[in-house]
């Protein structure tokens, strides 16, 4: 059975950096589509940024430059660095991991975490 557990969301000011963990278990994400995506009250989810099973990594035109996903793979972990956070980034997040179709859809990918909140302020 596939885990995903997101951790490291919190409340930080406009320009801050938060590092954002999604350990998995029941999945070698290391052979796994892993991505990112988030959902603001009232508005659709959207994808972040996405890692292919090899070291390919595409984001979302808002996250460009600031965001940085990584893997570690010997942890089974998945990590999204935010730097220059806006009050627009402000939403719950979200780890999404699939093996067939790749791509920042979230009807394509079937295992999720459960969220974490950020909240960026001024």
């Known amino acids: 059975q596939v885990h995903l557990v997101e951790s490291g969301g919190g409340s930080v000011q406009t320009g801050g950096s938060l590092r954002l963990s999604c350990v998995a278990s029941?999945?070698?994400?290391?052979?796994?589509?892993v991505a990112w995506f988030r959902q603001a009250p009232g508005k659709e989810r959207e994808g972040v940024g996405i890692?292919?099973?090899?070291?390919?990594?595409t984001y979302a035109d808002s996250v460009k430059g600031r965001f940085t996903i990584s893997r570690d793979n010997a942890k089974n972990t998945l990590h999204l660095q935010m730097n220059s956070l806006k009050s627009e980034d402000t939403a719950m997040y979200y780890c999404?991991?699939?093996?067939?179709?790749?791509?920042?859809?979230?009807?394509?990918?079937?295992?999720w975490g459960q969220g974490t909140q950020v909240t960026v302020s001024s």
């Open positions: 029941g999945v070698d994400i290391s052979t796994y589509c």
């Open positions: 999404a991991a699939e093996t067939r179709r790749c791509a920042l859809v979230p009807d394509w990918l079937r295992y």
């Open positions: 890692s292919y099973s090899g070291d390919m990594t």
